[in-house]
């Protein structure tokens, strides 16, 4: 995973690349935060940058024979230790669940990882046989890089056994890197704490964060930074507030559609009047949401599994795309909407603008 991959945290990410610049590279660390916050990829693009035999200055190359192991997670000096269920011994039993879980989801959390193999109900652990398997990987010398890592995710789950691994932390094979990686500093066990430098990852900037959910959810920006704020830069709360939240547009939106589609045209001209006025920035964020319904009718009309829209929303959606309006009509109306967004950008009159897209939309939204 490249330092480019994970979001926002500009700052953490000069300090962790200016540390192995200047050869200050520490061999025990615990990235210490929020599961949401990026803890996770976070170690992983340190540890892919340490290795990096071509080092950018802003991030690894990526294309390396060791970074493109790394972003495949299968580098033969990148070792990972995490909780799993007892039925297991060691987690290397786990790896190939494990890689995967990563490579589709770096921000995964405890719970995700437990349902993902099918441990929901169980207690995750890493117990001491996890441990002996550690420390006789670390005492090989690394295969092909300098530095040999082992990321262990979530220390929480070493249970008072975990000490067999002082030593080894603390004195580790020449080249050696531990990365621990944690979320409550609480459930660590103190020696192992006192045996690491920390390394805080704060909550990701508001305004990087809202970019990404932009990027990856192809959600509307003004959506994106309310839901950025009401996250305070948890990645992890933004995703689940964007699944659950409705839109405060949503109302507007469904009752603008019925008075286009049953053609309540003085009602329409009504409603434009209103809309009007709440401000050419909540304007265009109006339609900018209206756009992202259309959107995903246009989408679950030709495959229903892969729209992400939940709640009434969803089906409002499916409602809409039960209307089988014809899909150029509904590609006049998407361009519709663009323009008059671009027209409202462009500080024309906001009331004749709606009024115009009203009696457009009516037209094309018939069968
Ligand atoms: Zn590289």
Redesign the pocket.
């Known amino acids: 995973m490249k330092f480019s991959e994970v979001i926002g945290q500009d700052k953490l990410k000069k300090q962790l690349i200016h540390g192995v610049t200047v050869g200050r590279i520490p061999h025990a660390q615990l990235f210490l935060g929020k599961v949401g916050n990026g803890t996770l990829p976070l170690a992983l693009a340190y540890a892919q940058y340490v290795s990096?035999?071509?080092r950018q200055l802003e991030d690894?190359?990526?294309?390396?024979s060791?970074?493109s192991k790394y972003q495949s997670l299968v580098h033969p000096d990148l070792h990972f230790s995490f909780p799993f269920p007892s039925k297991a011994e060691v987690a290397s039993e786990y790896l190939k669940e494990w890689r995967s879980a990563l490579l589709s989801n770096p921000y995964l959390s405890y719970d995700e990882w437990m349902t993902l193999i099918e441990a929901d109900n169980k207690q995750g652990n890493i117990p001491v046989k996890e441990c002996r398997a550690i420390i006789r990987s670390l005492s090989l010398k690394p295969f092909e890089s300098e530095y040999k890592v082992l990321l262990m995710w979530l220390p929480e789950y070493l249970g008072q056994e975990g000490n067999i691994l002082l030593k080894i932390i603390e004195e580790p094979p020449q080249n050696t890197l531990f990365l621990l990686v944690g979320a409550n500093a609480d459930k660590i066990i103190n020696t192992i704490i006192s045996r690491t430098q920390p390394v805080r990852v704060p909550p990701i900037g508001l305004a990087e964060l809202s970019k990404a959910l932009v990027e990856r959810f192809e959600i509307a920006d003004s959506n994106a930074n309310r839901i950025a704020q009401m996250s305070q830069g948890d990645f992890k709360i933004a995703i689940s507030l964007i699944q659950e939240t409705e839109n405060p547009y949503f109302d507007q939106w469904r009752n603008w559609m019925g008075l286009c589609y049953t053609r309540k045209i003085s009602e329409a001209v009504k409603w434009s009047d209103e809309m009007a006025a709440i401000g050419r920035e909540s304007l265009k964020s109006f339609l900018l949401y209206g756009l992202e319904i259309l959107r995903g009718v246009l989408v679950i009309g030709f495959d229903s599994s892969v729209s992400s829209w939940v709640g009434q929303e969803r089906d409002f959606i499916e409602k809409f795309n039960n209307l089988q309006i014809p899909v150029p009509q509904l590609e006049i109306i998407v361009r519709e909407i663009e323009s008059a967004i671009s027209n409202i950008e462009r500080n024309g009159n906001a009331k004749m603008i709606l009024t115009d897209l009203s009696f457009k939309v009516a037209r094309n939204l018939k069968k």
Do not use: I, K, Y
């Open positions: 990096c035999t071509d690894s190359c990526g294309t390396c060791s970074c």
